[in-house]
């Protein structure tokens, strides 16, 4: 009877530590090392809430823009970090600062999430993870991306914040990197 355990075991073991099928065998993976400022910004398209093309090098060439990943629409965390920017957003294009939200969810949760807390920037709906693997955001979970921000100016990544990415303050420290752009 001593030996039931050991071999129930030994005879488990392969089954437990075998490796299943990967979730999202379909999902391009993601780099994990964000774009490093003076990266040249990717000139990707890819689709808002409402299912339409959005061309990020047309973004760049109105602007500074602020391309921040958030990873789900309507969760505490994102939604302050929205609504930070909606609440400054009068100062923000004061600056001429032109804003892209993105997350891997499909354009109608965007969509939802964009007119429930009325925010006016476009929310790029990244559900097969282009746009964060040009980026190189790193995936926490299959579609979920971690908080990133970058500045682009000049079709070059100009500021970045990958660590400690705030969600409150997100728009006033956002703006003092806008300062201190040359």
């Not at 910004?41 to 299912?51: E, F, L, Y």
């Not at 007119?115 to 299959?142: C, E, H, N, S, Y």
């Amino acid at each position: 009877m001593k030996l039931l355990p050991v071999v129930l075991a030994l005879v488990s073991t392969p089954l437990l530590a075998a490796d299943p099928a990967p979730a999202a065998a379909s999902a391009p993976a993601t780099a994990t090392v964000p774009l490093a400022v003076g990266a040249p910004a990717p000139a990707i398209t890819a689709k808002d809430q409402d299912g339409k093309a959005v061309s990020f090098k047309d973004v760049y060439s109105k602007g500074v823009t602020l391309v921040y990943f958030y990873p789900k629409a309507n969760t505490p965390g994102c939604t302050k970090q929205g609504c930070s920017l909606r609440d400054s957003w009068a100062d923000l294009q004061a600056k001429g600062v032109q804003v892209l939200g993105v997350s891997g969810d499909k354009p109608e949760d965007q969509k939802a999430f964009r007119d429930k807390f009325t925010f006016q920037f476009p929310l790029i709906a990244d559900d097969d993870g282009k746009v964060a693997a040009a980026f190189g955001v790193p995936a926490m979970r299959p579609g979920i991306f971690k908080r990133t921000s970058f500045l682009v100016k000049d079709g070059k990544v100009a500021w970045a914040m990958t660590d400690k990415t705030t969600t409150e303050t997100h728009a006033a420290d956002v703006l003092k990197a806008v300062e201190g752009l040359k």
